[in-house]
């Protein structure tokens, strides 16, 4: 089972500051096809997750471009340019390059 | 728009069984991969199942292998989950989430407990 590894496990910040998560796996998430199924989720307290980005740095609908994602291989980063309030939560990587497809233990970013 | 809605959750003892439902709507269910995924209290996500389109690929977690069966109905919009042999270590809100998972439930809760 692929193992990813999120630091830091909590992240203090302030408003308008950037923040930055890291998102390491225990072997590589380049799928055959060429791929890599790095994804990143967001979960504001009280609600269900929402899926941020998709293969390593594509947003999703609505996101934000204030949220970035980067990286290869084992090592993935997602960025925060200026943190707002509504970014309160905690944040998971996730990848669904080997199956069973796992989560990151999440990082809990906090104003 | 696009909603997901699980049903079904509830309290049962340690080895009773549950089956979950989910709703779709505002999307083409026959075309999308569909999943299960789970969140014990407190704890993070665990992706508990998936199901190809037409419901002849499925794959678990080994943790609820030969327990739990995911299943759909695509004339009716419907995705399942039977869960038999429930352990006290499988309560969690229980998620659907569309593909890989662009759009998510807000879940139903599973306690196992005597």
């Known amino acids: 089972e692929v193992v990813l590894t999120q630091s830091p496990v909590s992240l203090p910040v302030t408003l308008g500051q950037p923040a930055s998560i890291s998102c390491r796996s225990s072997q590589s998430l380049v799928s055959s096809d060429g791929s890599t199924y790095l994804l990143w989720f967001q979960q504001r307290p009280g609600q269900s997750p929402r899926r941020l980005i998709y293969?390593?740095?594509n947003r999703d609908s609505g996101v934000p471009d204030r949220f970035s994602g980067s990286g290869s291989g084992t090592d993935f980063t997602l960025k925060i340019s200026r943190v707002e309030a509504e970014d309160v939560g905690v944040y998971y990587c996730?990848?669904?390059?080997?199956?069973?497809?796992?989560f990151g233990q999440g990082t809990r970013l906090e104003i | 728009e696009v909603q997901l809605v699980e049903s079904g959750g509830g309290v049962v003892q340690p080895g009773g069984s549950l089956r979950l439902a989910c709703a779709a709507s505002?999307?083409?269910?026959?075309?999308?991969?569909m999943s299960w995924v789970r969140q014990a209290p407190g704890k993070g996500l665990m992706w508990v199942s998936l199901?190809?389109?037409?419901?002849?690929?499925?794959k678990y977690a080994d943790s609820v292998k030969g327990r739990f069966t995911i299943s759909r109905d695509n004339a009716k919009n419907m995705l399942f989950l039977q869960m038999n042999s429930l352990r006290a270590e499988d309560t969690a809100v229980y998620y659907c989430g569309r593909g890989g998972i662009d759009y998510w439930g807000q879940g139903t809760l599973v306690t196992v407990s005597s």
């Open positions: 199901i190809n389109t037409d419901g002849s690929v499925t």
């Open positions: 996730m990848q669904g390059t080997h199956w069973p497809f796992t």
């Open positions: 505002g999307f083409t269910f026959s075309s999308n991969w």
């Open positions: 293969k390593i740095s």
